[in-house]
């Protein structure tokens, strides 16, 4: 039995086909997104003038690392190194980009993965269905995108203290927005609305944390773009020695179970903030890392695959937010001699991507890591996205100076060190797999036989090794349909 794809509604699936017609939809398979030369030239050739953020549909073969924004072509794989100067560590961190994926995050990617296999067989009705899309933030920002593309209903459920700018966005892009009550890690009050709307059969919901199109997209897109990655890098004695993923669905960490397939000894961190430290020990609280931590364990979490957890504090990375993107904070990272271009290139990294930051150096400190050694992670949005923060942190704390600059870096990057951070044992682990029981079989429905078959390997790699490929054929024939159509 496949957990991705479903029966087939021959019916359905050519009604949809007739609908991506009418709309000029055409579905990049996940091999084109993993290596979009195999995208035929015709459509590169239409794709090249349209905008990154256009509701163009040709855009759908934009989700993918590999864009190339001056050329509106592909090119190599979008990552950013950061030096050793900022790092205070001998091992190089490179992060993957995630701002130059349409709507400027890589959970577009997540929610094409869940689409997809709904829509090439026939679940998914777009003249009938509304497409649910609960989240923190990204991921329905990526739903709403991908829907309006393809003409359909979308409904963003997301918590009422996400940044204004998301709101302002998921409304303009015509999505109808549901606010829940709370923050970022209050994904319970997401599930209750998910509930209720679920009662209405027109209402589909695509709940990327337990929606095993979410890693699977990463698995089989993200991981090859940090192998790609990887083997560009020089040096004979490289070690791909850590892979550090903040998780909010945890599907950008399923990365990590392709790695471990390439790299045996390589550590898979999880990071969580240190307010809401749920796999750290069980805790729960609310926090300012947007994206990440919500009080539960996701169902797509491959937890025996994750070696050591971070936590870390939300007021370092808010701090170095400040420091990475005002006037003052530049001039002072400039003066440690780093470039220019580094520098404005730390806009880059949105609040989540500097705590995966942090987790990397952690983790650095924790293993002994060398010059040898490469920590690959993730920079999941850019600071674009949280510009409203910054105004909020002037007004709450004044104008952000060079004595500011020189503390925040000392205290939040330099001195980061190896508290808040535990190395998984095999019973670790488990208390970590074990947690899921009380969100999914006892609130959520998921079955008791279900979470233990989770504890088996083989339960993964069937789902990661034994679908993509099906997925793509589907993918293809479903082409052929809208081309007949
Ligand atoms: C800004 C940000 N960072 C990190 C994540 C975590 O990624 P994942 O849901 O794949 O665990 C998300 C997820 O929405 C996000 O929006």
Redesign the pocket.
Known sequence: MSRIIGKINEEVRRKTARRCKEKGVILPTFKQLRNPELIPQEIKDKLQPIGLWDINPLNLFRITWKNDIKTGLFGGVNYLEIPNELTGIKARVIGLVGKYFPTG?H?VG?AYGCLAPRLVTGEFDPTYHKAVWP?????CRGGTFDSALLGVHAIAILPEEMSQERFDWLRQIGAEVIATPGCESNVKEIYDKCHELGADPQNLILN?FAEFGNPLWHYHVTAPAMEEVFNGLKGDKKNFAAYVS????????GAGDYLRELYPLLKVVATEAAECPTLLNNGFGGHRI???GDKHVPWVHNVRNTDAVAAIRDEDCMRLFRLFNEPAGLEYIRSLGVSDETASDLSLL?I?SICNLLASIKTAKYFDLTEDDIVFTIF??AANMYDSRLVELNEQRGVYTSALAAIDFNVCLLSQTYDDFLELSYQDKKRIHNLKYYTWVEQQGKTYEEILEQWSPEYWKNIFDNNVERLDSLIEEFNALIEKS
């Open positions: 995050a959970k997540a989240s923190t933030g990204n991921y990327q903040a998780t909010g669905s945890a599907g950008t960490i947007e994206g990440i949105g989540s999941t949005d």
